[in-house]
């Protein structure tokens, strides 16, 4: 079974920087397609970056473009999201995502079926 877990969130002032990682395990991450995503309370979990397993793409939401970069470490299973530049409206939990196949199905949240918990992203002003 994949299983997915967040580390890395914390508080951070805007204008600077964050790394999260999501260990992965059950699922070799050179050949598959990983996401990130994000939400806050009362709204719907927001995409947020995806690499594919042979390392094409990556794609990236309007809102993080420029400032996020997703990147990967096969040999250690590990997804890593370096967010620069944050912002106040970067708040939120940052959810590591896998979809139920290896392949990338997009940018939308039901089709991707294995999640870590969560890692919690402060951003103040």
């Known amino acids: 079974q994949v299983q997915l877990a967040e580390s890395g969130g914390g508080l951070v002032q805007a204008g600077g920087s964050l790394r999260v990682s999501c260990a992965v395990s059950g699922r070799s991450i050179s050949i598959s397609a990983m996401g990130w995503f994000r939400q806050v309370p009362g709204k719907e979990r927001e995409f947020v970056a995806a690499i594919i397993g042979d390392n094409a793409g990556p794609y990236y939401s309007a809102t993080v473009n420029g400032r996020f970069t997703i990147s990967k470490d096969n040999a250690r299973n590990l997804v890593y999201l370096e967010m620069n530049s944050l912002m106040p409206d970067d708040t939120a939990v940052y959810f590591c995502?896998?979809?139920?196949?290896?392949?990338?199905?997009?940018?939308?949240?039901?089709?991707?079926?294995?999640w870590g918990p969560g890692t919690q992203v402060t951003v103040s002003s």
């Open positions: 995502a896998a979809p139920s196949g290896y392949c990338y199905t997009g940018p939308t949240a039901a089709r991707y079926a294995f």
